[in-house]
């Protein structure tokens, strides 16, 4: 159990040094406006994704706190 502990709080770890690198991602979506017989008018848009700053600080955090809290178990 405590080496799947220390996976979860490594993983945290990563994942909020990804969310303070990056704080969102692109992507574009692709929309059919209308369809006439074979004819058929699309639309690309581009949606932006963010991730709030608080959240990759909380998930480091967590991560630390999980490692921290592992060690102690484990005296």
Sequence with gaps: MNSFTN??????IIV??????YQGF???K???IAKIGD???TA??????YFPPLL???AIAAGI???VIGRINKK
């Design 56 to 58: 990759g600080g909380l």
């Design 39 to 41: 004819v058929e008018i």
């Design 30 to 32: 692709h929309e059919q």
């Design 7 to 12: 996976i979860i709080a490594i993983a945290l």
């Design 44 to 49: 690309k848009t581009r949606e932006n994704v």
């Design 26 to 28: 692109n992507y574009t």
């Design 65 to 67: 706190v999980i490692l």
């Design 16 to 21: 909020g040094i990804f969310v303070l690198s």
